[in-house]
């Protein structure tokens, strides 16, 4: 990649359950396919220290060696300011230029389907980039 050209940059959004893992997954494919720095947003809705989806001790080592293994270029980031999900990813969406943003979704109830998620619905509405939405296997795996 030449010195003028900024790096490609695939954003997501990661909680450690299988939402989470599937659109690990699928990020990590995109950067490698893409040859982008992947930049993983794990961000605490304001007390880290009871919030169960922010990564801390082994997790956060486990997650730091996979992204190694993994071979792609990547970083974590763990924003504790307390602001709702949709709010961290566009942020970090703008401040990286994204070019793609990858969530994980829920699945959800008939009534579920017609109401998406409240964050998932201002994440598309907020964020510029292409967005892709992924759903855990049906085993959870």
Do not use: W
Request: net charge negative; with cysteine; glycine share 10%.
């Amino acid at each position: 990649m030449g010195e003028d050209q900024a790096m490609a940059v695939v954003v997501v959004g990661y909680v450690p359950n299988a939402r989470g893992r599937a659109a690990l997954d699928h990020a990590l494919v995109e950067a490698r396919r893409r040859d982008a720095l992947l930049v993983v947003v794990n961000s605490s809705r304001g007390d880290a220290l009871v919030d169960s989806d922010f990564l801390q001790g082994q997790a956060l080592l486990d997650l730091h060696e996979e992204l190694t293994a993994s071979g792609v270029r990547a970083e974590v980031r763990q924003p504790v300011r307390g602001r709702d999900v949709s709010e961290e990813l566009t942020a970090v969406v703008e401040e990286t230029g994204a070019e793609l943003l990858v969530i994980g979704l829920k699945k959800r109830s008939a009534v579920g389907k017609l109401l998406m998620g409240s964050a998932a619905q201002r994440i598309l509405l907020d964020v510029e980039c292409p967005i892709l939405g992924v759903k855990s296997s049906p085993t959870g795996a």
